[in-house]
């Protein structure tokens, strides 16, 4: 069975079981000789249908706590520690909507939110580990389901991942060789396993064995090198999945996946389905609309502030580099003083930043001269209120709400071709680098995981992204 079939199949099992369990719930605390489901009055259907809602929102819950990751179904103690985060989670969610809904939920909200956790919670570790995973395991022992993996770069983090897949392997991949440019075809790398091609004849090689998985463990590679073989790679029938430590960020930043000791993650290589530009671009427009008409308080409140603060606009106006290179006029509230954006001393320390950067440098990817921050430009920049504009030029297109940051003009010019490939979609108010941690990023680190959101870009990781940034603007975390 494919990563990807387990997941969906994870998914549709998690919300049958949750809503299941919602019906267990109501029936536990029912009144004596009543059959809640039988017997409930018809305002009840609402509120079964409030639920039937937010067993989606669960899913995402369930989701952002990694509970679809192969290590983590695959394993019993960490799994079970995180169904009963995400129920937690899930549980403290359900009663806010009971409470904002006033609902009742058929006869007493209390108990049906107690008898809820408790049969949800029975009821996955029942499915996920005592079934689910036992067949899982059973099907692989059997070799009913084998994939077959082709590693990318036969030095040690290849052959230790070939190793590890090799003497334990739950996850039914079987690696059948490498591709490598510096050693030979046929040359073995480890007992039975060989070098069956280079990075350049990586589709043939698919196609010839039927390859399902390639797993690029690349080392010392150059980073615009590195991108070009990813290419390559994503250019076959074959899914791709990254497991070289020169894209260590992303796994320690964003998702915990691995296969053995390796960590992980994978690459959508296949092109946007159908109709996916145009959804993204409407719930650009809908949320963006909403945004607007309900911060417009809080915009007054800030525009009064800045105002009373300091002389100058409210707005910040800027030239910015979107989509392809292409220049568009962007919007803040205004942090700082009349006419600090133009400093010299700053492009050129950005400059060395972008060309000297490296990922064992402890330095910021916000290069700020705090003595020309305002009072109130200090608090609205901790928790990025002053980004808060953005939303209009969200509704103009120049921008969506999740995607990488437009970057300035004289940064444009000093980046990498590679650099460039983050702005290869639309720049984002929010984004893979914002919700780990902003300035705490380096340089280089910055563009890997703007890059990640290229490779990945989806409604359920935009939705993820968005649901994230929340906290991470409340906590002010990586603001300056």
Request: a positive charge; hydrophobic letters at 45%.
């Amino acid at each position: 069975m494919k990563k990807k079939n387990c997941k969906y199949v994870l998914l549709l099992l998690d919300w049958v079981v949750v809503n299941f369990a919602f019906v267990v719930a109501i029936r536990l605390q029912a009144p004596p000789g009543i059959s809640a489901l039988l017997d409930a009055p018809a305002s009840a259907v609402p509120e079964f249908l409030l639920f039937v809602a937010y067993s989606g929102i669960m899913l995402l819950v369930f989701q952002i706590n990694e509970l679809y990751k192969i290590n983590i179904y695959l394993s019993v103690n960490r799994h079970i520690q995180q169904i009963l985060k995400s129920l937690l989670y899930s549980v403290i969610g359900l009663s806010l909507v009971v409470l904002a809904s006033r609902s009742d939920i058929v006869f007493d909200g209390r108990l049906v939110v107690i008898y809820f956790f408790l049969a949800s919670f029975v009821l996955m570790i029942t499915t996920r580990i005592l079934i689910f995973r036992t067949i899982l395991k059973l099907i692989v022992a059997n070799g009913l389901s084998s994939r077959l993996a082709l590693i990318a770069g036969a030095g040690p983090t290849g052959k230790r991942l070939a190793s590890s897949l090799n003497e334990k392997n739950p996850f039914g991949l079987r690696p059948i060789g490498f591709l490598d440019d510096n050693k030979p075809v046929g040359s073995v790398v480890l007992p039975g396993i060989k070098v069956l091609g280079n990075m350049t004849n990586a589709a043939s090689v698919v196609e010839e064995f039927g390859v399902n998985e390639i797993v690029l463990c690349l080392e010392n590679e150059p980073d615009d090198g590195f991108l070009e073989k990813l290419d390559l790679c994503a250019k076959t029938k074959a899914s791709v999945t990254i497991g070289s430590e020169q894209f260590e960020i992303i796994p320690q930043r964003m998702y915990q996946e691995s296969y053995g000791d390796v960590p992980l993650f994978g690459v959508v290589n296949s092109a946007p389905y159908l109709g996916q530009p145009a959804l993204k671009r409407l719930g650009d427009l809908i949320l963006a609309t909403l945004g607007l008409i309900i911060l417009s308080p809080l915009f007054l409140l800030v525009a009064i502030a800045i105002k009373l603060d300091s002389p100058g606009p409210v707005l910040f106006k800027q030239t910015r580099i979107g989509k392809d290179g292409k220049p568009f006029t962007f919007y803040k509230f205004r942090s700082m003083n009349v006419g600090s954006d133009k400093d010299r001393s700053r492009e050129e320390k950005l400059r060395r930043f972008i060309q000297e950067n490296k990922n064992d440098v402890p330095t910021s990817t916000k290069i700020v001269d705090h003595r020309k921050i305002t009072r109130v430009g200090r608090f609205l920049r901790k928790i990025s209120i002053d980004e808060l504009p953005q939303l209009i030029n969200v509704l103009k297109g120049d921008m969506s709400l999740v995607g990488p940051r437009p970057c300035l003009p004289y940064e444009w010019k000093n980046y990498a071709e590679w650099h460039k490939r983050r702005l290869s979609v639309t720049p984002g108010c929010t984004g893979v680098w914002q919700v780990l941690g902003r300035s705490k990023v380096g340089f280089r680190d910055m563009v890997i995981l703007d890059l990640f959101y290229v490779h990945n870009v989806s409604f359920h990781l935009d939705v993820l992204l968005i649901f994230k940034t929340i906290p991470a603007m409340l906590l002010g975390i990586g603001g300056k």
